[in-house]
């Protein structure tokens, strides 16, 4: 299995739970994991989650952005920030 070096990853825990409503820092940490796998299909791309509407605190659908890159010891993926889905 493919090592991926994570970054920003409390940046996303912290959003997440902010924008969330009850889902917990495991839900987050979970939602990184599957991201790992997504990253592991896809390295080299540019990646998101959806949160539904229905799991956000204001009601609105959200997206949360990662990259993907090939580095010489692995994956690389960043976190990159989340926007409402328009």
Known sequence: MQ????????DFIEDFSKVTTNLTTRDAEDYLEYMCGK???????NLFLQCPSQATKNGISKIFDFSVGTKKNGLTMTYTGYHDDK
Do not use: C, T, V, Y
């Open 3 to 10: 090592n991926i070096q994570l970054i920003n990853d409390i």
């Open 39 to 45: 990253a592991r299909e896809s390295p080299d791309s």
